[in-house]
């Protein structure tokens, strides 16, 4: 048997928490009498119910759950082992703070990943590897005979106990050590959820195979390279046949579900499913539509069914992304008693109201616009120089570019107002400033100097350090610099209020300079 050194990597004893020092003072913490102890140490089977939940494409997961006590019991077990296990840096299931979403942004937007699976992944954690597990960590051998005897079904782990997640982790810890170690070594990033393991790269992961890259697609697990299958094997582990996946630059790359391409996404079937269900309800209305989603294998009500699809997408793509907001309104329109609500925060705001303007006028010109609430999309005149119709985007999607017009450009004040026919969905806007400006205010400047795909925005913080007039002209000078692309884009105050649209500055002008916002109130009233 592996000592907890070998299993944790560690060179000192891991400190057995006091509730498990030996069997009574176990029981008292679980509340459990000798005599319910032996019911359910021959009776276990009886306090556990089976039954299955879709897992998609057809595909049904079995879950084993206990009764009502066996689950008290395991909750208040599970924190005890939770104090055994030191979490190891790829795995994202059944850990605090992280989950899907954590586990696909570890991947960026590598170009070649490589999916795998365990087969029986809880099945194949046995009732030994558990009271083997718990000998190595030095935990008392009563206590650990009783730990396993509460926490295993039919001589293993049951999918659906409160304890299986961490102690699933607990007997991976070696599996991830050595992973890792392999994933370094081919220049990929190893993350595990449960028992979906993920592998992606910049670069062709050669090394993880054993001859040629397979193609896109499924492929053979015994294309994999001998050192990554016998570490499967030793752990006591196989790979699913049926769930090997290679996905190239080229191609969709998924990890635990999650698209991650260009940024967070799902797949476009799973919008579109959403969208069938919202386009029933609005066709055939809502009792109709509901009798239809059970006919066809729907589980529960059609709105809880459409508030946790809207709300994983969320939970995924933010708040303020167009088609999350879209798909909230018109699911807030059919339920108004119990709408979606997705307030941004006070950076998701500011971020989707500032957005990049471009257009090949001038050998090309880059610069920022903002939306300004009663005002409308802002940016500064010599942004737009020479040209009557060119485009805006915002980077979090590029390709989605919309074509604006020049509505009213002001050449004197450097101000131009866009017009666009961009929905309001899209973006937010941000209010103008209601407070004096004084000398020595923090601020904050916000644009895409020097923009590149795959940049966000910049946020640079200053002060105000005086106020200039130019050729009648009310301006702002601050102390922060003002890169050329920042131009057209806003200064907030510290209330998150627009104080002015950057005009000029950068290392070569002598001063930082923005246009007052009383000058852009009162022009775009005349």
């Given at each position: 048997?592996?000592?907890?050194?070998?299993?944790?990597?560690?060179?000192?004893?891991?400190?057995?928490?006091?509730?498990?020092?030996?069997?009574?003072?176990?029981?008292?913490?679980?509340?459990?009498?000798?005599?319910?102890?032996?019911?359910?140490?021959?009776?276990?089977?009886?306090?556990?119910?089976?039954?299955?939940?879709?897992?998609?494409?057809?595909?049904?997961?079995?879950?084993?759950?206990?009764?009502?006590?066996?689950?008290i019991l395991q909750s208040k077990l599970a924190p005890l082992l939770d104090q055994l296990y030191s979490?190891?840096?790829?795995?994202?299931?059944?850990?605090?703070?992280?989950?899907?979403?954590?586990?696909?942004?570890?991947?960026?937007?590598?170009?070649?990943?490589?999916?795998?699976?365990?087969?029986?992944?809880?099945?194949?954690?046995?009732?030994?590897?558990?009271?083997?597990?718990?000998?190595?960590?030095?935990?008392?051998?009563?206590?650990?005979?009783?730990?396993?005897?509460?926490?295993?079904?039919?001589?293993?782990?049951?999918?659906?106990?409160?304890?299986?997640?961490?102690?699933?982790?607990?007997?991976?810890?070696?599996?991830?050590?050595?992973?890792?170690?392999?994933?370094?070594?081919?220049?990929?990033?190893?993350?595990?959820?449960?028992?979906?393991?993920?592998?992606?790269?910049?670069?062709?992961?050669?090394?993880?195979?054993?001859?040629?890259?397979?193609?896109?697609?499924?492929?053979?697990?015994?294309?994999?390279?001998?050192?990554?299958?016998?570490?499967?094997?030793?752990?006591?582990?196989?790979?699913?046949?049926?769930?090997?996946?290679?996905?190239?630059?080229?191609?969709?790359?998924?990890?635990?579900?999650?698209?991650?391409?260009?940024?967070?996404?799902?797949?476009?079937?799973?919008?579109?499913?959403?969208?069938?269900?919202?386009?029933?309800?609005?066709?055939?209305?809502?009792?109709?539509?509901?009798?239809?989603?059970?006919?066809?294998?729907?589980?529960?009500?059609?709105?809880?069914?459409?508030?946790?699809?809207?709300?994983?997408?969320?939970?995924?793509?933010?708040r303020t992304d167009p088609v999350v907001r879209t798909l909230a309104l018109r699911y807030n329109t059919?339920?108004?008693?119990?709408?979606?609500?997705?307030?941004?925060?006070?950076?998701?705001?500011?971020?989707?109201?500032?957005?990049?303007?471009?257009?090949?006028?001038?050998?090309?010109?880059?610069?920022?616009?903002?939306?300004?609430?009663?005002?409308?999309?802002?940016?500064?005149?010599?942004?737009?120089?020479?040209?009557?119709?060119?485009?805006?985007?915002?980077?979090?999607?590029?390709?989605?570019?919309?074509?604006?017009?020049?509505?009213?450009?002001?050449?004197?004040?450097?101000?131009?107002?866009?017009?666009?026919?961009?929905?309001?969905?899209?973006?937010?806007?941000?209010?103008?400033?209601?407070?004096?400006?004084?000398?020595?205010?923090?601020?904050?400047?916000?644009?895409?100097?020097?923009?590149?795909?795959?940049?966000?925005?910049?946020?640079?913080?200053?002060?105000?350090?005086?106020?200039?007039?130019?050729?009648?002209?009310?301006?702002?000078?601050?102390?922060?610099?003002?890169?050329?692309?920042?131009?057209?884009g806003p200064i907030l105050d510290a209330h998150g209020e627009v104080i002015g649209v950057i005009h000029?500055?950068?290392?070569?002008?002598?001063?930082?300079?923005?246009?007052?916002?009383?000058?852009?109130?009162?022009?775009?009233?005349?």
């Amino acid at each position: 048997m592996p000592s907890a050194a070998r299993i944790f990597g560690k060179h000192f004893p891991i400190p057995i928490p006091p509730q498990l020092a030996d069997e009574a003072t176990l029981l008292a913490h679980l509340g459990l009498s000798t005599k319910e102890l032996k019911k359910i140490w021959w009776y276990r089977g009886r306090m556990y119910h089976q039954f299955s939940i879709a897992k998609g494409a057809g595909k049904v997961r079995l879950i084993t759950a206990p009764d009502r006590r066996l689950k008290i019991l395991q909750s208040k077990l599970a924190p005890l082992l939770d104090q055994l296990y030191s979490v190891r840096h790829p795995v994202h299931g059944f850990v605090p703070a992280r989950s899907v979403k954590t586990n696909a942004e570890a991947h960026g937007r590598r170009r070649f990943v490589v999916n795998l699976d365990l087969q029986d992944f809880f099945p194949t954690i046995t009732e030994n590897r558990v009271r083997g597990l718990l000998t190595s960590l030095n935990v008392d051998a009563r206590v650990t005979e009783i730990i396993a005897r509460l926490c295993c079904f039919n001589n293993h782990l049951p999918q659906g106990a409160p304890t299986s997640p961490v102690i699933s982790n607990m007997i991976c810890y070696r599996l991830d050590t050595e992973l890792l170690r392999i994933g370094k070594g081919a220049r990929a990033i190893y993350t595990r959820y449960a028992d979906d393991i993920t592998f992606s790269s910049y670069q062709p992961p050669a090394l993880l195979f054993e001859g040629a890259l397979p193609p896109v697609g499924r492929f053979s697990r015994d294309l994999l390279a001998l050192p990554l299958r016998g570490t499967f094997q030793s752990n006591g582990f196989t790979i699913n046949p049926d769930k090997s996946h290679y996905a190239d630059r080229n191609s969709r790359r998924i990890v635990t579900g999650v698209k991650i391409n260009a940024g967070l996404n799902v797949d476009r079937r799973y919008v579109r499913h959403i969208r069938a269900l919202l386009h029933s309800i609005e066709t055939l209305g809502l009792a109709d539509a509901n009798a239809k989603f059970v006919a066809a294998g729907g589980k529960g009500s059609i709105a809880a069914h459409l508030r946790g699809k809207i709300s994983y997408i969320a939970h995924l793509k933010g708040r303020t992304d167009p088609v999350v907001r879209t798909l909230a309104l018109r699911y807030n329109t059919s339920f108004s008693h119990q709408p979606i609500k997705l307030v941004p925060t006070v950076e998701e705001r500011r971020d989707r109201s500032v957005w990049i303007v471009e257009h090949s006028a001038n050998g090309g010109e880059q610069g920022t616009a903002f939306f300004l609430k009663d005002v409308g999309l802002v940016t500064a005149a010599h942004c737009v120089e020479g040209v009557s119709d060119f485009i805006v985007y915002h980077p979090t999607k590029p390709s989605n570019q919309a074509s604006v017009t020049v509505l009213k450009r002001c050449e004197h004040r450097d101000l131009a107002i866009l017009g666009h026919a961009i929905h309001d969905t899209e973006y937010f806007e941000l209010g103008a400033a209601s407070r004096a400006i004084a000398v020595d205010d923090v601020v904050k400047a916000y644009g895409y100097p020097g923009y590149g795909p795959g940049d966000k925005i910049n946020v640079r913080s200053g002060a105000v350090s005086s106020l200039p007039i130019k050729s009648a002209v009310q301006m702002i000078e601050v102390t922060q610099e003002l890169a050329q692309g920042m131009s057209g884009g806003p200064i907030l105050d510290a209330h998150g209020e627009v104080i002015g649209v950057i005009h000029k500055g950068g290392p070569n002008e002598g001063r930082q300079l923005a246009i007052h916002i009383g000058v852009l109130q009162k022009w775009a009233q005349e």
